[in-house]
């Protein structure tokens, strides 16, 4: 009788604690969509447990300085896929996780994480540097960089197989005198096709494209161009990361001042399509508020530094 009273409440106990669990889920693949205007996160569905049927998957996306934000949900019958239209992939790498939602409510842990592949281009000389961050939650054995030099979509031309998960920039030093309107972008094939159920297929991931020159400069004076600016870690002791997404070609100047407003450090003019970071070195300065400044297209962009 004393077993049987021991076995009772060690059962309960395992059977509550799996309940409180929650379903677990996996992303099978993120990608920036054929539009290039938004990101597609990709999961299996697989086949339903009767002990732990889900009723739904909820899509995180991680913030831009830390944290998650819910983004959407997606009941377990409807596609298996879920498409970020408020994420801009032109702007900057995003990094999901999903979890599933059980018939009871109750939600399970959070997913490895996978990041969307971005892609940018800076000038330097008489070259261009083609940029592209590594894609998160697989390995990738290698990276295709394409460029589409008719403006009939990507893919045209194959520039450049990186085989290794380490190169992740290539020098396009032969492009031509004028190469407005070239678009880029980077792929990656998977060896295992990735089913959205009741979608499409998906083997690839996709980087944003990122174009050389913009077709309509015009357009530059309806709204900003720099986005996402932040420094971190600020404050700072010494060294910091100041890290902005520029949407047009533009030169791009850099400089920071002291509270007076006094320039006491200026950056090289770049210019770039895409996310960018810049290295502060603020260690020979004393203690005090500064501002780091952007100007671009007669707009100017600030953000505070407080140096300990």
Same mark, same amino acid.
């Given at each position: 009788?004393?077993?049987?009273?021991?076995?009772?409440?060690?059962?309960?106990?395992?059977?509550?604690?799996?309940?409180?669990?929650?379903?677990?889920?996996?992303?099978?693949?993120?990608?920036?969509?054929?539009?290039?205007?938004?990101?597609?996160?990709?999961?299996?569905?697989?086949?339903?447990?009767?002990?732990?049927?889900?009723?739904?998957?909820?899509?995180?996306?991680?913030?831009?300085?830390?944290?998650?934000?819910?983004?959407?949900?997606?009941?377990?019958?409807?596609?298996?896929?879920?498409?970020?239209?408020?994420?801009?992939?032109?702007?900057?790498?995003?990094?999901?996780?999903?979890?599933?939602?059980?018939?009871?409510?109750?939600?399970?842990?959070?997913?490895?994480?996978?990041?969307?592949?971005?892609?940018?281009?800076?000038?330097?000389?008489?070259?261009?540097?083609?940029?592209?961050?590594? *894609?998160?939650?697989?390995?990738?054995?290698? *990276?295709?960089?394409?460029?589409?030099?008719?403006?009939?979509?990507?893919?045209?031309?194959?520039?450049?197989?990186?085989?290794?998960?380490?190169?992740?920039?290539?020098?396009?030093?032969?492009?031509?005198?004028?190469?407005?309107?070239?678009? *880029?972008?980077?792929?990656?094939?998977?060896?295992?096709?990735?089913?959205?159920?009741?979608?499409?297929?998906?083997?690839?991931?996709?980087s944003n494209r990122a174009n050389s020159?913009?077709?309509?400069?015009?357009?530059?004076?309806?709204?900003?161009?720099?986005?996402?600016?932040?420094?971190?870690?600020?404050?700072?002791?010494?060294?910091?990361?100041?890290?902005?997404?520029?949407?047009?070609?533009?030169?791009?100047?850099?400089?920071?001042?002291?509270?007076?407003?006094?320039?006491?450090?200026?950056?090289?003019?770049?210019?770039?399509?895409?996310?960018?970071?810049?290295?502060?070195?603020?260690?020979?300065?004393?203690?005090?508020?500064?501002?780091?400044?952007?100007?671009?297209?007669?707009?100017?962009?600030?953000?505070?530094?407080?140096?300990?």
């Amino acid at each position: 009788m004393k077993k049987v009273l021991l076995i009772l409440p060690l059962f309960l106990f395992n059977l509550f604690t799996c309940a409180q669990t929650g379903p677990l889920t996996d992303i099978c693949l993120v990608t920036v969509d054929t539009t290039f205007t938004h990101n597609v996160i990709v999961w299996e569905r697989g086949s339903q447990t009767s002990t732990n049927p889900i009723d739904s998957i909820k899509i995180y996306r991680a913030k831009l300085l830390g944290g998650d934000t819910l983004v959407g949900s997606v009941h377990w019958d409807s596609v298996s896929q879920f498409r970020d239209y408020s994420a801009d992939p032109n702007l900057r790498p995003y990094r999901y996780r999903i979890s599933g939602i059980d018939n009871q409510g109750l939600e399970g842990p959070l997913s490895t994480p996978h990041q969307t592949i971005h892609f940018a281009i800076l000038e330097q000389g008489d070259s261009i540097r083609l940029r592209w961050t590594k *894609y998160m939650g697989e390995t990738i054995n290698y *990276y295709n960089c394409w460029v589409d030099s008719a403006g009939s979509g990507p893919g045209v031309d194959l520039l450049h197989s990186t085989f290794n998960d380490v190169d992740t920039s290539w020098w396009h030093s032969d492009t031509p005198l004028d190469w407005t309107g070239l678009g *880029y972008i980077v792929d990656v094939d998977w060896n295992d096709q990735c089913s959205a159920t009741k979608a499409q297929d998906h083997n690839t991931t996709r980087s944003n494209r990122a174009n050389s020159v913009e077709s309509n400069p015009s357009s530059l004076n309806e709204g900003p161009t720099i986005k996402e600016l932040a420094v971190f870690p600020n404050p700072i002791n010494e060294t910091a990361q100041l890290v902005f997404s520029s949407k047009s070609w533009s030169p791009i100047t850099v400089f920071i001042t002291d509270a007076m407003g006094r320039q006491i450090k200026q950056f090289k003019s770049i210019k770039v399509l895409g996310q960018h970071q810049i290295n502060i070195e603020m260690e020979q300065y004393s203690s005090g508020m500064y501002n780091v400044v952007l100007i671009q297209n007669n707009r100017v962009y600030s953000k505070v530094l407080f140096k300990l």
